[in-house]
Structure formats: C-alpha cells, structure tokens
C-alpha cells in the first residue's frame, strides 16, 4: 500500500526497518472494525470547502465496493470520488470542520447500503492539515455480523437494526450531555439524566470518598414520586463498601449485578444474613442493574439503574452492554469535573488569600467593596484592594491590576500588596509607595515582562473630613462624588508600574467633606461591553450622578448591578470596586 500517511503534509516519511511508519500506519487502518477514510477537499473560488474527494478508505469503509477498486493514491472514481454516499448530514459536518478547524462528532445513518454496512453510524470527523480530512464511522459491532446469522440478545425480540439506532442515539446524546459543561454538579447530573427515561426510569450514581465508602452523587428519576421514594431509600440504606452484593461490590469487584429488588442493590451489611430494613417499605423497583465507573482501571463508583414502569421488561445482556459503554463514557467526564472543582476551589482560596479577609473599621469613613472573577474558568486574576492603617492617624489605600491570569498574575499581586505594606511603615506618601512597588516588578526575575497599574492614596482625619493624598500609577482615575452629587475624576496621570526605571508619579491632594464619596476602580468595570459598547468611565460616572448621597455599600452595589444589566454575558475580565464615603 503506498498512500500518504493521514494528514502528512509532505512526501517526507520516517521508517522503521525497511517499512515507512505511513505504510505501517495504513496497514493498521486495515484492520480496525472501525470505517476510516480521509479525504481532501474540494473548495470554491472564495477558498471554501464545497465538496470531498476520497484519498484512502480502509477495509471496513470499502465493504460493499469493488474488490479491485482503489483503497488509496488519490481521488477514486469507483470509490467514493464524491462523499454524498456518506449521507448530506456527515457531509455538511465534515465541510463544517474543514471551514472551521472545529472537529466533530454526532450520529448519521448512510444514504444508501454498501457504504459502511448501510447501518446508523456515531461518526467523529477531524481536520488534517489544511486540506484533508478524517471521518471515523463507528457502526454498532452486532450490525456487523450478517442479520441471519447473529443471535437476538435476550429480549430483544424483533426490530433489532431499531434497537440499534436506539442505542446510538442514546450515546449521542450522552455524549452531548457529558460535554456540555465542566461544572461538577452539572456533569454528575448529566449521567443519571443521560440515561432516563431513555434506558431507565431512574438512576443513581455513586461516587467513592477517600474512605471507600459509597456516597450518592446525583439522582434522576422521571416520576417526581418515585424519585422521593428513592431518595427516602438512600437515606436509610447507604451501601457498605464491604457488602457481599449491590453498589459496594460492584465498586470493589467491577463486575456488573442486575436483580429485582433495588434494596439490594443498595446493601448496607457487610455481613452475610444481616438485612437492617425492618420496617422499610418495598421497593418501587421491578428490576435494576448496576454497573462500574472506572479510570485508568480503577473502581472510581458505580451506576444503579431501575425500571419502575409496569410492563417494562428487565436488564438484558444488551442493556447491560450499552450501560457499560455509558459508564466509560462518563468516567472521564466526571473525573475532569472534579479536577475543574478542585482547581475552582484553589484558585477561589489563592484569590481570597490576594485580598482582605474583611474591611477595617476606619474611624469617620463608610468602607465597601466588590471583587469578581471574569469568565475565564478557574484563573485567578489579578486586580486586588487593600487597606491598612499606616501610622497613627493615618490609612492607606491601594486598588490595583497586574497584567496576566493565573499563578505568576497572583504571585505578583501579592509581591505588589506587600511591597506597599511593608514601605508603608516607613513612609505614607502615595508617590513613594508606587515608585517601591516599580521597583520590586523590575527586580522581579520572568523571562516576560510584568507591568502592574495601582492607584494609592493614603487618608488622614482633618477636622469633620478627609485629608486625601493620591498618586496614580497608568491606573483609571478614581472618581470623587461630592455632597452635593457633583462628580469629578481625581488625580494626574502616571507612568505604568514595572516598565521604566523612573516613573512619572504626580501626587495630588483634596479635601474631602462630610457626605463626600471617593470610588477607585480596575479597567474590568470600564471595559465590560454590551455588544460592542464598553460601560466605559461616562458609565461608572452615570451611576454616581444618580445615586447623590447614597452610601458607599449602595453605591458599589448600585454599580455591580449596573455592570450585570449593561450586558447578558459574564464579565470577560475581574474587577474589583472601592468605595469609601466620608461620615
């Protein structure tokens, strides 16, 4: 067989032996069950992909072609020269892939018998380079073996090609299930919904705790009543990781168990003859299998599945196959959940550790403050405030961003609010502060340059008010809402915090009265954008305007809800609000 190997973008080949790896590669297409073809694209003068050619098709995508025809070296007349025989759903996905880079993968029946077994198919279609593509037809194994010879599963009785539609379907949408979110909840209960009322009429899903005990992750069930029951049921009888049957077994066996009592499914006892249900109820349950969910060969928790509705038959042997099939399904999906929890709850502890656990109580002023996440998942960010007393009379104030996400963002963050705290005990003039805080990124060893912007003020009681020194670092101006609901931006312009060894730091100073509200600000306040309009300063501006003589609590929350409605979607960037308001 002499084809390029799948997706080579070149003549270039390693070898093995006297063998190319592509020739190996081609050979061991040959002998999967799957139907595997690659084919190159046929574009338009725009440069969009209209149409496919085939270059290669293994043994199982040519099962009802021409022996002698072609199964590489280019487009093939008598082989697929166009892939419309794959249906114009798997075609339309495949030109989808080709024009978005996007891969795909869903269920399709073919447009006619002889390609791929006529069966229905799960296909996944993935790009290759820029011009080719691979299309993996997976057809249900029992729609392999000609119809007259393969026996009926226990059950199944006639109508067995619906049978296997059926369950592709159900795998396609537990698939589309499993994959539509990375939260734990959310996934947990996709398994048990995945699977009612379709192939159960309820389900639970046991996950192991760190003790090997049982503990009930999610549960479905399409009869609200029955849910309860079954609820009720796994309150009473938690299964024991060393019971002889049900859910403990199945976890530490992985072997599979079906019966006609889901109280057994759910042992409690250890112990051979101890029962412990006196009194219980009889189950809703007219039959119920439970199967493993492993990774990497490890028991990680088990599937109970029920039928509760009269005449519906028991678990088959197919039943517990296509069951098996979405428990491996699952246990990736699960175990990434719980590593995206886990990475959550990290970078939800590092980013609590980057800011005060509380406001402090600031003799004649009225303390608030937000900080949010952006929608970018578990990275922490890296706008911050703090405030803290800096001498006898007075307290400095700092609200900052560090460029970047993650661990280095969060790493400098703390590097930026201890600088700050720890000059401060030397010197309260803003100015000095910021020019430390320079100092401390440059020092800073990174192979890419860090920058920070911050905004520090320090406040000092003077009469019935404030005396406010600032000084800002390439940070917004923070804006002065007066008594009298005049709003002014504070402060001049200053260099960017980490760039140059000598910044350009002006420091201003106000009076604030009685009534008076200073609000500091990151640019993922201003920048949040409905569409393609920024809330932008006029915004944070509008709020102030319109809220004279409010608190500093209602204005910052007055502001957080003008941030939420100026736009549907999430905030792309974290932010972080402070308000102070002078008594």
């Not at 009930?216 to 009720?232: C, I, K, V, W």
């Not at 101006?477 to 009298?484: A, C, T, V």
């Not at 200073?518 to 306040?525: A, K, W």
Request: glycine share 10%; hydrophobic share 40%.
């Amino acid at each position: 067989m002499t084809t390029a190997a799948p997706g080579a973008e070149d003549d270039h080949a390693d070898t093995c032996g006297n063998r190319s790896v592509d020739a190996l590669l081609a050979e061991a297409f040959e002998f999967l069950p799957d139907a595997v073809s690659i084919s190159v694209a046929v574009r338009d003068a725009d440069g969009r992909a209209v149409d496919l050619c085939l270059e290669y098709a293994n043994a199982a995508a040519r099962i009802g072609h021409a022996p002698e025809a072609a199964p590489a070296g280019g487009p093939c007349g008598t082989l697929w020269s166009r892939t419309r025989t794959v249906g114009d759903g798997v075609l339309a996905a495949c030109l989808d892939v080709l024009n978005s880079s996007l891969p795909e993968h869903g269920a399709s029946a073919a447009a006619r018998k002889g390609a791929h077994h006529g069966a229905e198919h799960e296909y996944r279609a993935f790009r290759l380079g820029n011009d080719r593509l691979m299309l993996v037809l997976r057809t249900d194994r029992c729609a392999r073996v000609p119809e007259r010879t393969r026996p009926r599963s226990e059950g199944e009785g006639p109508g067995g090609d619906g049978n296997a539609r059926e369950r592709l379907r159900i795998l396609a949408d537990a698939g589309a299930l499993l994959g539509a979110s990375l939260d734990r909840g959310a996934t947990l209960d996709a398994v048990t919904d995945s699977v009612v009322p379709s192939l159960a009429d309820g389900c639970l899903l046991y996950l192991a705790d760190d003790t090997g005990h049982p503990v009930l992750a999610a549960l479905a069930h399409r009869d609200p009543g029955r849910r309860r029951e079954l609820r009720d049921l796994t309150e009473t009888s938690p299964p024991h990781p060393h019971a002889k049957g049900g859910v403990g077994a199945v976890i530490r066996t992985g072997r599979h168990e079906r019966g006609a009592d889901v109280a057994r499914a759910l042992d409690p006892s250890p112990h051979v003859g101890e029962d412990g249900r006196t009194g219980r109820r009889p189950s809703s349950a007219d039959s119920w299998l439970t199967v493993p969910v492993a990774r990497s060969g490890t028991a990680i928790g088990a599937v109970v599945l029920v039928r509760t509705a009269p005449g519906r038959s028991p678990f088959t042997e197919e039943d517990v196959r296509l069951a098996r099939e979405l428990s491996r399904r699952a246990a990736p999906a699960i175990e990434n959940a719980h590593h995206h929890a886990e990475q959550a709850e990290v970078a939800r502890r590092l980013q609590e550790s980057l800011l005060p656990r509380a406001l402090p109580d600031v003799p004649g002023l009225e303390l608030s403050a937000r900080h949010r996440p952006g929608q970018k998942g578990t990275l922490v960010g890296g706008d911050f405030y703090d405030v803290f007393p800096s001498g006898p009379r007075d307290w400095t104030v700092t609200v900052g961003d560090v460029a970047g996400k993650g661990p280095q963002a969060a790493a400098l963050t703390g590097l930026v609010r201890h600088t700050v705290r720890a000059t401060g005990r030397d010197t309260t003039d803003p100015a000095a502060l910021l020019d430390a805080v320079n100092t401390a990124l440059l020092d800073e060893p990174s192979p890419t340059r860090r920058f920070c912007t911050a905004a520090c003020a320090t406040l000092r009681a003077n009469g019935s008010g404030m005396r406010l020194t600032l000084a800002l670092g390439g940070h917004p101006h923070p804006l002065l809402r007066r008594n009298d609901g005049t709003v002014v931006p504070v402060g001049h312009p200053g260099t960017l915090l980490g760039v140059v060894n000598e910044p350009r730091l002006r420091t201003v100073h106000h009076d604030l009265e009685p009534g008076d509200l200073l609000l500091f600000y990151t640019d993922g306040v201003t920048e949040h954008r409905s569409d393609d309009v920024m809330l932008g300063e006029a915004g944070v501006h509008a709020v102030l305007a319109r809220t004279p003589g409010a608190s500093a609590e209602a204005t910052v929350r007055l502001l957080e809800r003008e941030i939420a409605t100026h736009g549907p979607q999430a905030p792309t960037d974290d932010f972080a609000i402070l308000g102070m308001r002078v008594r």
